[in-house]
């Protein structure tokens, strides 16, 4: 009877996997992302990833110390983002928000890489690391998935292995607004 039970849920465990795989393919996801700024305008992924990208390295550390990454990540730079809606001034925030209603706003100085990053090995800063913030769609040669923080979510990357702070990593980005 036992032994009956077992067979039943492996079966039913394999089912579900085949039904639902993890890996996500290019057509399986549907997603728009919001920028408004002197006007507006809606991308979708495929527009996204269309435009001119960058790689780098980076990952991210929690309140309470967990650590994700390094990873490579593949993204569009936010100040072409931007660009794309007017641009951003000197005294401009651009708020980036998630479909679950999670805000972060970020300065000028940001959007163009003025972070403080740590070294991962000692969690010590790095002094004067070229960073870059992008709109992060690929991390380690994936796309990313919702399980992951995608398909778009925020990284700060450079060219060297790097954590910064965790609460700038925005996930599930749906909107990008420059406020004057």
Known sequence: MKLA???ICIIAIAATACLHPSGVEDGMIDCNLTLIGDCEKVLSLGEIRAMPSCEGRGGFFTTIG???GPFKCRGV???DLCDLVGGINATDTVWISAHDGYLMVFTRDQVRGGFIAYDPATMREISHQELE????YEQDGSLLS????GPLRVAIVGDCELLTEGHYWVQWVDRIEINK
Do not use: A
């Open 77 to 79: 730079p936010l100040e």
């Open 5 to 7: 039970g077992l067979v």
């Open 146 to 149: 919702k399980d992951t923080g």
């Open 133 to 136: 913030m992008i709109l992060m």
């Open 66 to 68: 967990i650590v994700n």
